[in-house]
């Protein structure tokens, strides 16, 4: 079965400090990572997907399927990061469904 | 882009009762899902709904306590039936236009007494 583990509900940084959210997933195909967003009275929304290597508001996330990890990096922390993040999974050819960790919480302090 | 939105945004409820929460999108899509997020947990696909078939529900959920209508590829709705307390959760629907990106509602989110 699919799973998503975020290991750190909480996570507390000075701003202009890196952060580091870490993701590590199970999956025995080839899985489709991404990360999603939620600011604070807001919906939750795509962040960024690895299949993309894109870097969105100056995050990046490396897919390392050696270590099954999708670990979400910042290397200058802002206080309008501050919000819940999600990892998620969907797999190759599936249903686009998506399977989600239980979320990491960060904020940004001043 | 799509664009969705839930009916209602809250509501309590006595248990023993039904709630149908509407979603709603403004361009025509193909898949439509329902998550469930309960208090402290993450999201939960509860079923994917595609217009024109019957709704394919994920483990422990079933088309009894969740009926779920898919009537045309804008609208859906979801039922959560017969509550109790352990049914008071934020429900989100979510539509994925293209692959790779889904577009969540703003939730729904249900007390039950």
């Known amino acids: 079965a699919q799973r998503v583990t975020q290991p750190e509900k909480l996570l507390s940084v000075f701003k202009g400090a890196p952060v580091e959210l870490k993701c590590n997933y199970s999956?025995?195909?080839?899985?489709?990572l991404f990360w999603y967003v939620q600011y604070s009275r807001q919906r939750l929304q795509l962040l960024l997907r690895h299949i993309s290597r894109e870097s969105i508001k100056g995050f990046t996330a490396d897919l390392n399927k050696g270590e099954t990890s999708f670990h979400l990096k910042k290397p200058f922390a802002q206080e309008e990061d501050s919000a819940m993040y999600y990892c998620?999974?969907?797999?190759?050819?599936?249903?686009?469904?998506?399977?989600f960790g239980k979320g990491t919480k960060l904020t940004v302090n001043p | 882009s799509a664009v969705i939105s839930q009916k209602p945004s809250r509501d309590i409820c006595q248990r023993g009762t039904s709630l149908t929460i509407q979603c709603q999108v403004d361009s025509q899509v193909t898949m439509m899902f329902w998550y469930r997020q309960q208090p402290g947990q993450s999201l939960t696909l509860i079923a994917t709904?595609?217009?024109?078939?019957?709704?394919?529900?994920e483990s422990g959920f079933v088309i009894d306590k969740f009926p779920i209508s898919r009537p045309n590829l804008t609208f859906s709705t979801l039922t959560v039936s017969n509550m109790s307390p352990e049914d008071s959760s934020i429900y989100l629907c979510s539509v994925a236009p293209h692959r790779n990106e889904q577009f969540f509602g703003p939730g729904t989110r249900l007390t039950v007494l």
């Open positions: 999956y025995s195909g080839s899985p489709e």
């Open positions: 998620a999974l969907t797999f190759q050819g599936g249903s686009e469904k998506l399977v």
């Open positions: 709904a595609n217009q024109g078939s019957e709704a394919t529900y």
